[in-house]
């Protein structure tokens, strides 16, 4: 176990809706990464935050929306679903300030999802 | 992000010893090189982490060449269990990348009876 937990684990939506991923990283750890993962293109960085602050974004579409609450957790909000972003999606987080050369991320179990 | 090269997929078979190697060209000086282990439906697990020369843990020993311009992962006597897919990770310095961890394609272990 790695202390991230992720909500939910399954989801199944329909083209054209909106869902939100909820994650909430190890006691303490103040940075917060959410990854896509899927069959054609691997692991792929969306977004970071630290301490409620984005600090980095990556491949991540305008349907797309992340934040992070003064408790730290995190949500991921995606909107206007297609059949593409079906795929796993996964937090994670990390004790370290962003950009630390020796950074360790903690991964979640993910949250799949069917977009139908 | 250090682009890293890794193979694409390995063969083994169980009890003997896997070396992954992972190529970083362009590492920064003061990058480590991280490596993560994943199974099918799960998050990347950190496995180990180093700078230079050699480090052990209870998992895996990561072997570091003075250039630092390639690592090796070593699994020693691996089993069934160890199939998974290997990440190998270093850090940029180029400031550009600050913050953006970026998973190559990594290495697909398969381990065979």
């Known amino acids: 176990d790695s202390g991230v937990t992720q909500t939910p684990k399954h989801l199944i939506t329909a083209t054209g809706q909106r869902v939100t991923l909820r994650c909430s990283p190890r006691?303490?750890?103040?940075?917060v990464y959410w990854y896509q993962q899927s069959l054609d293109q691997g692991l792929q960085f969306l977004i970071q935050?630290?301490?409620?602050?984005?600090?980095a974004k990556g491949n991540i579409l305008e349907r797309f929306s992340a934040q992070q609450f003064p408790d730290l957790h995190s949500e991921l909000n995606l909107s206007s679903l297609e059949l593409g972003d079906s795929a796993l999606y996964f937090c994670?987080?990390?004790?370290?300030?962003?950009?630390?050369?020796?950074?360790?991320?903690?991964f979640g179990s993910g949250t799949q999802l069917s977009v139908l | 992000l250090a682009k890293t090269t890794q193979p694409i997929s390995m063969d083994s078979y169980e009890g003997q010893e896997v070396n992954i190697t992972c190529s970083h060209n362009n590492i920064a000086t003061n990058d480590y090189i991280t490596w993560y282990q994943q199974f099918p439906s799960q998050g990347p697990r950190f496995i180990i982490q180093?700078?230079?020369t050699k480090v052990t843990n209870e998992v895996a020993s990561l072997f570091i060449p003075a250039d630092r311009k390639s690592s090796t992962l070593s699994l020693p006597r691996v089993s069934l269990s160890d199939t998974a897919v290997y990440y190998c990770?270093?850090?940029?310095?180029?400031?550009?990348?600050?913050?953006?961890?970026?998973f190559g394609q990594g290495t697909i272990l398969t381990v065979h009876p």
């Open positions: 994670a987080s990390s004790a370290s300030n962003p950009g630390t050369r020796n950074e360790k991320l903690f």
């Open positions: 180093g700078y230079k």
């Open positions: 990770l270093a850090l940029n310095a180029g400031g550009t990348s600050y913050g953006k961890l970026t």
């Open positions: 006691s303490g750890d103040l940075s």
């Open positions: 935050y630290y301490n409620g602050e984005e600090r």
